[in-house]
């Protein structure tokens, strides 16, 4: 089972925190360890819980944001992903967030669609780091430092768009239905094709796409007839 990226919320306004919390723990890769109102709270957080994400508020009651993102960079061990949650549009603010090493800045009010799309980049940079060797060629240096955005290259025939409905359509038929019914191991390329509205050809093209670039895991599975029929299961 792949483990959940680990996240605190920091965030001064209780309610705004209910909403990202929401937001985050609609991701079926993360999940919120803890919730901090005040920048002193977040950087005892941060060395208590050791969290992989922190969604930060740069206008904090006591220490600025902009103070605590230097602070959790000078704290030992490996450096914590940190995500800007801020009403602040200075260029300026833009820099120093920047200079301080987010890996992401959204302005509010923003969407659950728009934070999901960062928190999709946050875990494909984290696997891309993970599955890196300890020694790396240029090629390689460049495409981590250029991000998931850059590597984000679909083969011919293929759209952004349908991919990331396969990839949600089998997020959701693994998890189960709204309705309480048990979460299902795996799917099939046709059960995905009838969810999205695509041929089953279609589908597994997608599907096989998924398990190249790392986000789904492929086993076969023997039915009655003796033929192996591929399932499929987000990674």
Known sequence: MTELARTLVVEDDPAVATVHRGFVESHPRFVVVGEARTGADALRLVSALRPDLVLLDLHLPDIGGLDVLQRLRMLPGPPVDVVATTAARELDSVRQAMAGGVVAYLVKPFTSAALRERLDEVWQRREDVRR????????????????????????????????????????????????????????????????????????????????????????????????????????
Not at 137 to 146: H, K, N, P, T, Y
Not at 156 to 163: A, D, F, I, V, Y
Not at 200 to 208: C, D, G, K
């Open 132 to 235: 890196a060797q300890d020694t790396l060629d240029q090629d390689e240096v460049d495409q981590l430092l250029a991000g998931p955005r850059s590597a984000d290259r679909l083969p011919k025939g293929l759209s952004g768009r349908s991919r990331d409905l396969v990839r949600a359509a089998l997020a959701r038929l693994c998890a189960g239905t709204a309705d309480g019914d048990a979460a299902g191991a795996d799917a099939s390329a046709a059960e995905v094709a009838e969810a999205v509205g695509m041929s089953r050809v279609s589908a597994r093209r997608y599907l096989e796409h998924l398990v190249t670039e790392g986000y789904a895991q492929v086993a076969p599975r023997y039915g009655a007839t003796g033929r192996p029929e591929n399932r499929y299961r987000p990674a």
